[in-house]
């Protein structure tokens, strides 16, 4: 250092000048006696209006009344007030307006009485700045706060950390008896906590940006069960390290019981249409249950009698009690497909065969048409792709529009009396089963209302079958709809999509 | 084309395993049986001298229980038929016994059931080919008489005095008498009584 020449003027000028701060140099009386570029720009003040003067011009009016004792005592003293530390101050501009300035002011050693550099930064942007994150900051605090959705961020430690007044509020209790308590301890049934935690620590393993939606109940300070649908998001600090979950919930209790109520009402009504089709078949199913019943009863009579004689024919003897235990099974399979149908249960999708379905449900049907005189022609497609299908619903959608077929050709002459089934795929892979009859068909004026509810042409019927089987229908995304038969009759249409349809 | 010529039990119905057992059922009785799966095929076969009973299913497909019992009494067949019915047949049962039906079971049945009205039904049968046959020979007697004859028949029958027959007929009283003693002996009436029981007997089956 010592071998260079010391500095000129004009390149410590040059230097002040290109600084950014404002750059203000007092002596010991404060009379300012370096006023850079910076400065001049900041206060609005040319440095020939301020060189010679007191700084305190530059200061607020509190502050300029202090300013001559602190900088004496200094003086006096040599004690460092504010020297060597930086604050934030308001200065004040040459139109008097004031603005937020952080100073820091050293002393010029070497020289006496001392002399004090004043660095000047202007703050007015930074403010505005902090000023908006705080805004930023505050309506989020209000959106949180506002939001119908619980919101709640958890650490790795699974403590609260936030929650939301929607949060407190499904909770029923208040936001600081929650803050830091294990969330999973606090709120989440026993039953369920141990496999919620495990989910939640798997999220914060995972890859960033893939929210985690997850079903479990919160237990109330009431001691009520919430169900609450949660979405979850793992948190992270500057580094991408996960610091906690954050967690938004909808209570979706209310709606999911509605949903059940509805679905309940949706299969109660199913069963009741279901029993209704199955009491207009009692005769006809009798019927069928009698002919096994008089046939072993019969075998079994023959039996006794054939055994009673000395010279039994032992080989009639094993004939009859071969049929009479196929009847029993007979009786017993009328019997199991009449529970199936009788049964009520919940919806259950499988995949199945519509071929196979139909056969099944011809036992049942064939009692009922025999009763009424009614052929029924099964005419099914083959290789037919399997079906995603509630079987009870679908047989009682094909029974019931079996059972109208039948009942439509009641007026129609004996011999002249048949039902064709038919099953096919179409060119979407869709499969499409055809209800057709000879009957009268179906009267123009009701056409618009054939699948309203209660809307009926049959004296005994209750006029909701064709709206229930519409209604099965769609929920299994295909449809029902009707067209005249050649030359006379109805014919329903049933189109239920298959895997393969959905994928081609 | 039925050939047996001793009583038998026909079945008619068109479920195998009834059919089946019904049919093992009688053989164990010691009973000729024969079955048919459906109401035409048994009017094919059956002719209406061939003595037994018909047990009959009520409720059948094509042609119905009701409708070969009709077709029976048309063609004159005295058969007994004995319905068996399910449950809900009661009124196809009722209209059955209306048209002449021996008696009806419903389904399933004990066999003692069976067996008593296939008895019955079979003694009936016998009465009443034995009432039929005996008819006949009465018939083919009244035919053996001459016009004067019958006149006389129809006139005994109405309880007249052989001098007031001698009047209206406008002949003797010892012509009459002939006549009479003619009468009895060709319609081999032991008396009177039995002379008039036949033409009521008649009388009754032109109803």
């Known amino acids: 250092?010592?071998?260079?020449?010391?500095?000129?003027?004009?390149?410590?000028?040059?230097?002040?000048?290109?600084?950014?701060?404002?750059?203000?140099?007092?002596?010991?009386?404060?009379?300012?006696?370096?006023?850079?570029?910076?400065?001049?720009?900041?206060?609005?003040?040319?440095?020939?209006?301020?060189?010679?003067?007191?700084?305190?011009?530059?200061?607020?009016?509190?502050?300029?009344?202090?300013?001559?004792?602190?900088?004496?005592n200094h003086v006096r003293t040599g004690i460092p007030h504010i020297i060597g530390t930086a604050r934030e101050v308001q200065a004040r501009r040459k139109d008097g307006s004031l603005f937020p300035a952080f100073l820091s002011v050293g002393r010029i050693s070497g020289c006496d009485p001392p002399r004090f550099v004043g660095f000047l930064q202007d703050l007015t942007l930074q403010k505005h700045a902090l000023a908006a994150v705080q805004r930023e900051s505050d309506r989020a605090a209000q959106y949180l706060e506002a939001a119908q959705t619980m919101l709640v961020a958890l650490d790795l430690t699974h403590r609260v950390t936030l929650i939301n007044r929607k949060g407190c509020e499904v909770l029923g209790c208040e936001e600081k008896t929650l803050l830091g308590a294990n969330w999973f301890d606090r709120v989440v049934p026993s039953d369920q906590r141990r496999k919620v935690a495990i989910e939640m620590d798997a999220l914060a393993e995972r890859t960033p940006?893939?929210?985690?939606?997850?079903?479990?109940?919160?237990?109330?300070?009431?001691?009520?069960?919430r169900l609450i649908a949660w979405r979850c998001v793992a948190l992270h600090d500057d580094t991408g390290a996960v610091t906690g979950i954050l967690c938004s919930g909808d209570d979706v209790t209310d709606s999911r019981r509605a949903e059940k109520e509805a679905t309940e009402t949706r299969e109660r009504m199913m069963h009741?249409?279901?029993?209704?089709?199955?009491?207009?078949?009692?005769?006809?199913?009798?019927?069928?249950?009698?002919?096994?019943?008089?046939?072993?009863?019969?075998?079994?009579?023959?039996?006794?009698?054939?055994?009673?004689?000395?010279?039994?024919?032992?080989?009639?003897?094993?004939?009859?009690?071969?049929?009479?235990?196929?009847?029993?099974?007979?009786?017993?399979?009328?019997?199991?497909?009449?529970?199936?149908?009788?049964?009520?249960?919940?919806?259950?999708?499988?995949?199945a065969d519509l071929n196979e379905l139909i056969k099944e449900l011809d036992a049942l049907a064939r009692a009922d048409a025999r009763s009424s005189d009614v052929r029924?022609?099964?005419?099914?497609?083959?290789?037919?792709?399997?079906?995603?299908?509630?079987?009870?619903?679908?047989?009682?959608?094909?029974?019931?529009?079996?059972?109208?077929?039948?009942?439509?050709?009641?007026?129609?002459?004996?011999?002249?009396?048949?039902?064709?089934?038919?099953?096919?795929?179409?060119?979407?892979?869709?499969?499409?089963?055809e209800i057709a009859d000879t009957g009268t068909?179906?009267?123009?004026?009701?056409?618009?209302?054939?699948?309203?509810?209660?809307?009926?042409?049959?004296?005994?019927?209750?006029?909701?079958?064709?709206?229930?089987?519409?209604?099965?229908?769609?929920?299994?995304?295909?449809?029902?709809?009707?067209?005249?038969?050649?030359?006379?009759?109805?014919?329903?249409?049933?189109?239920?999509?298959?895997?393969?349809?959905?994928?081609? | 084309?039925?050939?047996?010529?001793?009583?038998?039990?026909?079945?008619?119905?068109?479920?195998?395993?009834?059919?089946?057992?019904?049919?093992?059922?009688?053989?164990?009785?010691?009973?000729?049986?024969?079955?048919?799966?459906?109401?035409?095929?048994?009017?094919?076969?059956?002719?209406?001298?061939?003595?037994?009973?018909?047990?009959?299913?009520?409720?059948?497909?094509?042609?119905?229980?009701?409708?070969?019992?009709?077709?029976?009494?048309?063609?004159?067949?005295?058969?007994?038929?004995?319905?068996?019915?399910?449950?809900?047949?009661?009124?196809?049962?009722?209209?059955?016994?209306?048209?002449?039906?021996?008696?009806?079971?419903?389904?399933?049945?004990?066999?003692?059931?069976?067996?008593?009205r296939v008895q019955k039904a079979m003694e009936r049968d016998a009465v009443s080919r034995d009432q039929l046959r005996e008819l006949g020979h009465i018939r083919e007697r009244l035919n053996s008489l001459t016009a004067r004859e019958r006149e006389v028949l129809g006139l005994m029958t109405l309880g007249k005095q052989n001098k007031v027959m001698a009047g209206e007929l406008g002949v003797s009283q010892r012509t009459v008498e002939i006549h009479r003693a003619r009468v009895m002996e060709k319609m081999e009436a032991r008396s009177l009584a039995q002379l008039v029981r036949m033409m009521i007997e008649l009388e009754h089956q032109g109803d």
């Open chain 1, 1 to 72: 250092m010592s071998d260079r020449p010391a500095p000129e003027a004009f390149e410590l000028q040059a230097l002040l000048d290109a600084a950014v701060d404002a750059v203000v140099l007092i002596n010991h009386r404060g009379i300012i006696e370096v006023f850079n570029h910076s400065a001049t720009r900041l206060f609005g003040y040319g440095s020939d209006e301020v060189l010679g003067r007191n700084v305190k011009i530059l200061m607020t009016a509190s502050d300029s009344e202090r300013h001559d004792s602190h900088l004496e």
């Open chain 1, 209 to 225: 940006d893939r929210p985690h939606y997850s079903e479990y109940s919160v237990t109330a300070t009431s001691g009520e069960l």
């Open chain 1, 272 to 351: 009741v249409s279901r029993l209704a089709t199955m009491g207009e078949m009692a005769s006809g199913i009798s019927h069928e249950l009698n002919q096994p019943l008089t046939a072993i009863a019969n075998y079994a009579h023959a039996c006794v009698r054939l055994l009673a004689s000395p010279d039994a024919d032992l080989i009639d003897v094993r004939e009859a009690l071969t049929q009479i235990s196929g009847q029993a099974l007979r009786a017993g399979e009328i019997i199991r497909r009449l529970r199936a149908l009788v049964r009520k249960q919940s919806t259950q999708h499988e995949q």
């Open chain 1, 376 to 433: 029924i022609i099964l005419n099914l497609g083959a290789d037919l792709p399997h079906v995603s299908l509630d079987r009870i619903q679908i047989q009682q959608v094909l029974l019931n529009l079996l059972r109208n077929s039948i009942d439509a050709l009641e007026s129609i002459p004996c011999g002249h009396r048949e039902v064709t089934i038919c099953t096919a795929t179409d060119g979407a892979g869709d499969v499409i089963v």
């Open chain 1, 441 to 504: 068909g179906i009267a123009v004026d009701i056409l618009p209302h054939l699948f309203t509810p209660f809307a009926t042409n049959k004296a005994l019927g209750t006029g909701l079958g064709l709206a229930i089987s519409r209604t099965i229908v769609e929920a299994h995304r295909g449809r029902l709809e009707y067209r005249a038969n050649k030359p006379r009759g109805a014919v329903f249409i049933v189109t239920l999509p298959s895997e393969q349809g959905i994928s081609g």
């Open chain 2, 1 to 116: 084309m039925i050939t047996k010529s001793q009583p038998t039990v026909f079945v008619v119905d068109d479920d195998e395993a009834v059919r089946g057992s019904l049919k093992l059922l009688l053989k164990s009785l010691g009973l000729p049986v024969m079955t048919f799966p459906s109401a035409p095929e048994f009017l094919a076969a059956y002719r209406p001298e061939q003595a037994g009973c018909l047990i009959l299913d009520i409720r059948m497909p094509g042609m119905s229980g009701l409708e070969l019992q009709q077709q029976l009494n048309v063609r004159g067949a005295v058969i007994p038929v004995v319905f068996i019915s399910g449950h809900g047949d009661i009124p196809m049962a009722v209209e059955a016994m209306q048209h002449g039906a021996f008696d009806f079971l419903q389904k399933p049945f004990r066999d003692q059931d069976l067996i008593d």
